[in-house]
């Protein structure tokens, strides 16, 4: 089964990546982006018997910084 | 001192490990013992343990988190625990924030770019093991070359390191974005430093600064007392 992972920053933290990407939009000429935040979405492709507590702790341990971001699991029906 | 017993563990994408190294043989006068990131196991009895600056794993996922979870971190933190030194410089800093050795977080640097020049950093705290050779308040030029040494903590850490002393170095211009313009921070015990600065690229003249190598010999001098 596929799992998404989305690992984004904190309300808070200042995301220079975001702030590029907001500013070479405007360069392109797109009206009316208020914000942009940079994230990352990581897929894996686990058993069925990988557990809801499994994930979590894989996001935990590695996927995501939780000193400066969050996440969330999703899971994708086949 | 001949019998310091140092170590500077290589990750893939590790290149300031030499340099590293160098600095410690000329400092303390022994070569030290070369770890690899796949070792399970530290040498015995170390005095000094280095993890260095480079792009280790290519920065993928986080600057540093993949070297984080490499075998030879369990080992680095089990030492840092028994109170054996452990410096992290650059990409090392990385390591040791990413392993939980460190409070904090090194985000990309504020205006995006890479940043490799010579920067003026004060000496905010000269009563640690790193910096006893130090005075505090004392002006260095050292070199930087990173794109991720923003440091960010909450405010809470960031009052919490300040009140502890644990802010061992600071930015004495703005640099990368740092929270309050911190370069360097100590764990709580003192023996873990992590600092985005490079002291093993100022350890002579012939290099453009020396004033990097007082680290070396403070943790050197720490250990005999002197």
Redesign the interface.
Known sequence: MKVRVFVNLKNG??D??GR?IHHALEGLGFKGVQDVRAGRLIELEVDDSVSDAALDEMAR???A?Q??ENYRIERVAA | MSGFRSAVVTFPGSNCDRDMAVALEQVSGAAPFRVWHGDADLPQRLDFIALPGGFSYGDYLRSGAMAARSPIMRAVSEAAARGVPVLGVCNGFQVLTEAGLLPGALMRNAGIRFVCREVALTVENSQSLFTARYATGQQLRVPIAHHDGNFFADAETLDRLEGEGRVAFRYGEPVNGSAREIAGVLNAAGNVLGMMPHPERAIEPALGSSDGRALFESAVGSLVGA
Request: aromatic share 0%; glycine share 0%.
């Open positions: 933290v200042l220079p990546q590029a341990k590695l996927l910084n000193v400066i």
